[in-house]
């Protein structure tokens, strides 16, 4: 015979884990790259990515 298998239903925190913070919009931002130069506005631009789900933000300075 073979072996038996238990399948467990995964737990919520396991499920949702690190998505519930970033799904209502509190993200964790940090600096992808220091300085940039936006041509068009002639400003710096701060490359911000979320450490958790990877959602990535442009903010000028």
Not at 19 to 43: I, M, N, P, Y
Request: proline share 2%.
């Amino acid at each position: 015979m073979g072996e038996v298998l238990k399948f467990k239903k995964p737990k919520l925190s396991d499920k949702y884990k690190g998505r519930t913070l970033c799904h209502s919009g509190l993200h964790k931002w940090k600096a992808e790259k220091e300085s940039q130069f936006d041509v068009k506005k002639g400003r710096l631009v701060t490359l911000l990515r979320c450490t958790r789900c990877g959602k990535t933000e442009v903010k000028s300075i």
